[in-house]
T-cell receptor, first 112, second 114 residues
Framework: QKEVEQNSGPLSVPEGAIASLNCTYS??????FFWYRQYSGKSPELIMF????GDKEDGRFTAQLNKASQYVSLLIRDSQPSDSATYLC????????????FGAGTRLAVHP | EPEVTQTPSHQVTQMGQEVILRCVPI?????FYWYRQILGQKVEFLVS????????KSEIFDDQFSVERPDGSNFTLKIRSTKLEDSAMYFC????????????FGAGSRLTVL
């Protein structure tokens, strides 16, 4: 069973702080990694994706990938109350696969 | 911005009834997906569809489920005889053929089976 694991949270951070969200995956052949944000009752929306080891930055968001440790993270700088949501880590197992496997998500609460 | 459109937004049905959920993927996308999310649980893959056939399906997608692309725009999920445990949010997603495997999700159809 291919697994994607996330701490369910909630992760509570003050406004303006850095939120750090973590994800581990079990399949060493996984090729690409995605972070989606899901507000309560809404559909997942893509924040960013990463393929290569290292960091990838997009605005206030930085994704970090370490394939050797099978670990991917998302940093949110200058967290805002509007960032309060569940953050879903998703993994594409390999190029021969079409689907994404989702983790259960980490709930982030940013308090003023 | 192009979007994936799903109808209905909410459907209530009796156990044993057939349900059809409809999706209009983004027009130049070629891969189509159905996912579901039971309340409070993770987003689960059901099926992927490419070139007018199922390319992959999960163990959830049993004989009670079917998908169809009846014309050039719609993509449907049919549940033949609904069960209580089919109550969930069903998300349609689509992606372009090449490049990043980025799925764009529709707003979802909430199915309640009584």
């Amino acid at each position: 069973q291919k697994e994607v694991e996330q701490n369910s949270g909630p992760l509570s951070v003050p406004e303006g702080a850095i939120a750090s969200l973590n994800c581990t995956y079990s399949d060493r052949g996984s090729q690409s990694f995605f972070w989606y944000r899901q507000y309560s009752g809404k559909s997942p929306e893509l924040i960013m994706f990463i393929y290569s080891n290292g960091d990838k930055e997009d605005g206030r968001f930085t994704a970090q990938l370490n394939k050797a440790s099978q670990y991917v993270s998302l940093l949110i700088r200058d967290s805002q109350p509007s960032d309060s949501a569940t953050y879903l880590c998703a993994v594409r197992l390999g190029f021969e696969y079409n689907k994404l496997i989702f983790g259960a998500g980490t709930r982030l609460a940013v308090h003023p | 911005e192009p979007e994936v459109t799903q109808t209905p937004s909410h459907q209530v049905t009796q156990m044993g009834q057939e349900v059809i959920l409809r999706c209009v993927p983004i027009s130049n996308h070629l891969y189509f997906y159905w996912y579901r999310q039971i309340l409070g649980q993770k987003v689960e893959f059901l099926v992927s569809f490419y070139n007018n056939e199922i390319s992959e399906k999960s163990e959830i997608f049993d004989d009670q489920f079917s998908v169809e692309r009846p014309d050039g725009s719609n993509f449907t999920l049919k549940i033949r005889s609904t069960k209580l445990e089919d109550s969930a949010m069903y998300f349609c997603a689509s992606r372009f053929d090449s490049g990043a495997n980025v799925l764009t999700f529709g707003a979802g159809s909430r199915l309640t089976v009584l």
